[in-house]
């Protein structure tokens, strides 16, 4: 069991002001224990030297904020860079830790913690760089009630031609996500599979698939229409018929490890899901 102790720890924060007061006890309590890092945003706010999260060179990373802190930070850190999220959002499937907890937590992570491996996606275009998708890459009609249509390929195999709003391609990570409400399948993180999920299909024969992580999966649009790349609902950009979209596997991220209770969590989170 290889332990990794911390002497230099990142903090990312959200924008939000309700954020401070335990951002501030998480700095002034790392600040006697380890060298702390902010990134630059965060910095400002605490009045502080700060740095880009692409350039810290850090031991472990804390994101402040809800799970859309922790997947806009892993689109810029460094895959080999642990994270660890303090849950001030709403659901929080990635953020494991309750504010509440942070401060004991950290006191046992500064002894030594462990890592879990979360696959994430590889996305690819024919031009301009797509950041790794920890939850999903969705294709979606920029035109809601216009159609898309569009042909899926695995390894080469034509899986489906579809008609359809969309198709959400998804980690086993994010199969709690944008995946399980277009009717995807729950997969245990563990699993080295992709999901396919496509969404509002015109065809009864299209239904959400699970495919080794290690596929090539292709997506041919056809018919000039307006559509939009998203990866993890933080990254956009318009895409045609003259794109052609290639998912594969890509480097993981890497997450602190706590007690492997998966779907005890699920069940405590899912409670909640479409409270306001």
């Keep these: 069991m290889n332990l990794i102790q911390p002497k230099r720890v990142g903090v990312v924060c959200r924008d939000d002001v309700a954020d401070l007061p335990i951002l501030n006890e998480l700095v002034e309590y790392l600040d006697k224990r380890v060298e702390v890092v902010l990134d630059a ?44 999220g303090i849950n001030m959002g709403t659901i929080g499937f990635l953020a494991d830790v309750q504010p509440e907890n942070a401060i004991s937590t950290l006191t046992k992570l500064l002894d030594g913690f462990e890592v879990a491996r979360r696959e994430r996606l590889s996305v690819t275009v024919k031009d301009g760089k797509i950041p790794y998708a920890m939850n999903e890459a969705l294709v ?20 489906e031609r579809l008609r359809a709003d969309g198709v959400v391609f998804a980690t086993p990570t994010g199969s709690t996500a944008y995946a399980m409400s277009a009717g995807g399948p729950i997969v245990h993180p563990g699993v080295n599979a992709a999901i396919i999920v496509p ?21 041919e649009l056809f018919v000039t229409k ?17 794109h052609r979209i290639s998912i594969t596997k890509g480097e993981p991220a890497l997450m602190v490890k706590f007690q492997d209770r998966h779907f005890l969590k ?4 899912l409670r909640n899901v479409g409270k306001i």
């Design 199 to 219: 969404i509002a299909p015109f065809n009864l024969s299209a239904r959400p698939t699970v495919v080794d992580i290690n596929s090539e999966i292709t997506l």
């Design 41 to 84: 945003a965060t910095a400002t706010k605490l009045k502080k030297q700060g740095a880009k999260i692409e350039e810290m060179n850090v031991d472990l990373l804390i994101c402040v904020g809800g799970d859309g802190t922790i997947l806009r930070t892993l689109h810029h850190v460094k895959s080999t860079t642990p994270v660890l």
């Design 140 to 159: 979606i009609t920029s035109n809601p009630g216009k159609m898309l249509q569009f042909a899926i390929f695995v390894d080469g195999e034509e899986w």
């Design 226 to 242: 307006d559509a939009e790349l998203v990866i993890d609902g933080q990254f956009y950009r318009k895409i045609g018929n003259e």
């Design 266 to 269: 699920l069940q405590d989170k």
